[in-house]
């Protein structure tokens, strides 16, 4: 495979703001894809950097009582803080407030300039009279001018995707003080892209350089009438890089933003010693821009020309991706949903969110909806129950001795997965995350089915079925490091337990063909934990608006006091302890550890599954649990519960149950069982 040089970005956050779980579908999506291809072994980088210019910046910056560039300076040390802990990596995180920035968007401007794109023109601009500033396209809302929706911003709609200028707008506000803009004049400078309308028209219809709809959208919506002028100046006073040859006049945010994604490119290649026209002016450089589908005219249209004006590298691709809806609405500070980064990885595994976002995302420009029902049951099923599961069913078994010499015969699987490499490979290169994901989980579907057959957890009961026990083993980490090393572009941290556990680290996505033989397997460590739903909704309640936190703390309080509380630092919710009973009582009821060796859907119960448990010395018990939808049968077996053995035998329609395993929880769907800690074996009495 012959190595590729790729440079990727992704849309620069603004410095307004923090991150939440709605940016974080962009930034998790082009980490999986950079993963993938330096796993494949190409070489490729991933620039960012914060967007740090423009009048929001400069009045948040006078509100909070900092010059801009404290501002910037504190924002970015949380962003990057916050990108850090959901594994996202960069190798270069700049600004665009930096010399290198100014110093490229000279060279841009000096591009336009030459090519006779840069007008003069009066302009009539929203002023906002409190704030004594010229409003940018975003400071202002109103209604739509063509689609008559309410509360849309200067630039553009996002239900219709028009795009005009603020003035256009009916009724518009001020978005920092809620009052009218007046009506001010001043001198803009423009850029006339209608100008290089044949050449954007080729480069986005022709070629792969954009999704079959975004490309239809632009010729639908903007190819087929003249360009606009582009407004590329803002009047002081303003925060950002004033025009060298237009003084008083400054660089608008959207001309400079794009840019940095350069500049952040210039930062790395003089920390690495690199040229910077090998990644921005080579034909052997693939360059991908992933962004928002509310950014697309700026990136498909305004950015290309600023490139060929400049005589820079084009996109070989922008990947555009939709918006994230939380159960099936938009994010909502009222609702709790509008959750920052940095709330969520209080409550929850950044793991849990990378994998439900790589199941949802697809290669086209469609929203994703996370549904927290889903999310729960999601990242228990596949990646607790398909795949860790895998793992934790077969290693503890072999820790601390050797895998299997020569990789046992194992009818196929291990090619099988191998050969699905392949095809799981196409769909990350294509950003089809959706496929691969249900690729790999069924790769793990066919893996814990052999591993049951195996049942190394009988074998383990006969010292002269060692070698059989190591072969089952052998085969069941095997096939589990092929699900890790497909799951390590989402899954990083996955893959980093997976090499620690078999003394092979994980480095190559070539990897998967062969397997492990002969390595020593270390203790088996947990690797990850089931999500429980009162965490998702510690999460929420943490995120609503102060308001709404109050009325729920109001709420809280008319409930009696409780003792003891979670993890998350919620209370827990108490029952009536029931009435007391003897000692001698209590001490009637044989609480023994079991391991379930099977588990089966009983499919005319809603509730229930059939479970055969073995207590030791050969003895099991069939009994009925009432868990069905909060464990999948596969996941249980093999697994150690503590089941009350001496209860009088119930006849149910289904069967007889001879027994009753333990849990907590208020049930529905959260139900949790209870497991003894490592060292316990089935037939142990609990005292």
């Known amino acids: 495979m012959t190595e590729r040089r790729i440079l990727v970005t992704s849309a620069l956050p603004y410095a307004n703001g923090h991150i939440h779980i709605g940016h974080l579908v962009e930034y998790l999506q082009t980490d999986i894809w ?93 002023y906002d009279p409190e704030k004594q500033t010229f409003l940018a396209d975003r400071q202002v809302k ?34 920092f003080s809620g009052v009218t803009p007046e009506v001010r004049s001043a001198r803009h400078l423009f850029v006339q892209i209608e100008q290089l309308h044949g050449f954007l028209e080729e480069w986005t219809q022709r070629g792969d350089h954009l999704q079959p709809e975004i490309a239809n959208y632009l010729a639908g919506h903007f190819l087929n009438e003249p360009l606009w002028d582009w407004d590329i100046s803002r009047p002081a006073p303003y925060f950002g890089f004033e025009i060298p040859d237009s003084p008083g006049n400054y660089w608008y945010v959207w001309f400079d933003a794009p840019i940095g994604y350069m500049a952040s490119t210039m930062q790395w290649c003089q920390r690495e010693g690199e040229r910077f026209d ?16 509310d950014i697309t005219y700026f990136h498909t249209l305004f950015w290309p020309a600023m490139l060929r004006s400049a005589a820079f590298s084009l996109p070989t691709k922008v990947h555009i991706h939709g918006f994230l809806t939380v159960d099936g609405e938009k994010m909502s500070k009222s609702k709790g949903t509008f959750v920052q980064a940095s709330t969520y990885l209080k409550h929850l595994d950044p ?13 086209r420009v469609d929203d994703l909806d996370l549904n927290l029902e889903e999310f729960v049951t999601k990242v228990n099923s ?35 997965a191998a050969k699905d490499g392949d095809t799981i490979a196409e769909a990350y290169e294509n950003c089809d995350y959706n496929r691969a994901m249900r690729q790999i989980l069924e790769a793990g579907d066919r893996a814990n089915q052999s591993v049951e057959r195996a049942a190394p957890w ?27 090393i497909y799951l390590a572009p989402v899954l990083p941290r996955l893959a980093q337990q997976t090499g620690e556990l078999l003394n092979q680290p994980i480095e190559s996505w070539e990897e998967s063909k062969k397997p492990v033989v002969g390595k020593p397997v270390s203790k088996f460590e947990h690797m990850m934990k089931r999500v429980r739903r009162e965490q998702v909704d510690a999460m929420i309640a943490e995120s609503r608006e102060p308001e709404q936190a109050a009325e ?102 289904f069967g007889t149950s001879e027994g009753m395993i333990l849990a907590s929880g208020p049930g529905g769907k959260e139900i949790f069982l209870l497991s003894p800690d490592e060292g316990a074996k089935p037939g142990q009495r609990v005292h």
């Open 552 to 653: 729920a703390a109001a709420g809280a309080e008319q409930e009696p006091a409780q003792a003891e509380w979670d993890d998350s630092g919620q209370p827990l919710e108490a029952e009536p302890l029931t009435e007391t009973v003897s000692f001698d009582d209590f001490v009637k009821v044989d609480l023994r550890v079991a391991r379930v060796v099977a588990a089966e859907d009983v499919p005319k119960a809603k509730k229930l599954l059939k479970l055969t448990l073995s207590l030791g010395g050969g003895h099991t018990q069939t009994v009925f649990a009432g868990i069905k939808g909060v464990y999948a049968p596969e996941e249980l077996v093999g697994r150690l519960v503590i089941c009350a053995a001496n209860l009088a035998p119930r006849k149910m329609k």
């Open 142 to 175: 109103g209604t739509c001018p063509r689609c008559k929706k309410p509360d849309q911003y200067g630039d553009n709609c996002d239900r219709c995707g028009a795009t005009y200028t603020p003035s256009d707008l009916i009724d518009p506000v001020s978005v």
């Open 382 to 416: 596949d990646l607790v129950g398909n795949v860790v599961n895998l793992a934790s069913r077969t290693a503890r078994f072999v820790q601390g001795s050797e895998l299997a010499p020569a990789y046992p015969d194992d009818g196929g699987l291990f090619a099988q």
């Open 278 to 293: 090998a990644w921005w002016r080579s034909d052997q450089c693939e360059i991908h821009h992933f962004i928002g589908k």
């Open 351 to 363: 793991s849990y969110l990378r994998y439900y976002y790589a199941a949802k995302l697809g290669p």
């Open 458 to 484: 009988n074998l383990a009961k006969d010292p002269s079925k060692a070698d059989e026990l190591r072969d089952a083993c052998t085969i069941g980490l095997n096939l589990f490091r092929q699900l890790a």
């Open 34 to 126: 950079v993963r993938f291809q330096k796993l494949r072994g190409h070489r490729c980088v991933y620039m960012c950097a914060d967007d740090t210019h423009g009048t929001a910046i400069m009045i948040s910056a006078q509100n909070q009582g900092l010059s801009e560039e404290e501002l910037i300076a504190r924002m970015q040390e949380a962003h990057v803080r916050d990108f850090a802990g959901f594994g996202i990596e960069f190798d270069n995180y700049g600004s665009t407030h930096s010399p290198e920035n100014r110093e490229l968007c000279a060279e841009f401007w000096a591009g336009l300039r030459k090519a006779g794109l840069v007008v003069e023109k009066e302009v009539s601009q929203l």
